[in-house]
């Protein structure tokens, strides 16, 4: 996937706690690459930033093995909408 880089920042889609499916920053930890590239499916591990006490989740999430979906299905990334 191409622009799919550690540090990249992107957006995780909640699939647990009070604002289930809401979209939070995240920053790109490890990509997973086959034969030096990134995969299609843009597997990677992520660092997510919640609103800790109003998501009633943990401030900061470990997410590992999330892939690529534009169309923002539960426990996936996506890049940023454009504001």
Not at 27 to 33: F, L, S, Y
Not at 39 to 51: A, E, I, R, W
Request: with cysteine; net charge negative; glycine share 8%.
């Amino acid at each position: 996937m191409e622009g799919l880089t550690e540090g990249r920042i992107v957006h995780y889609v909640l699939s647990e706690g009070r604002n289930k499916g809401e979209h939070r920053p995240a920053i790109v930890v490890r990509v997973w690459r086959l034969d030096g590239a990134p995969p299609d499916n843009g597997c990677c591990q992520l660092q997510v930033f919640t609103d800790e006490s109003n998501d009633e989740l943990p401030a900061v999430m470990w997410v590992t093995s999330c892939v690529y979906d534009a169309e923002a299905a539960g426990r996936s990334w996506h890049w940023i909408e454009k504001a």
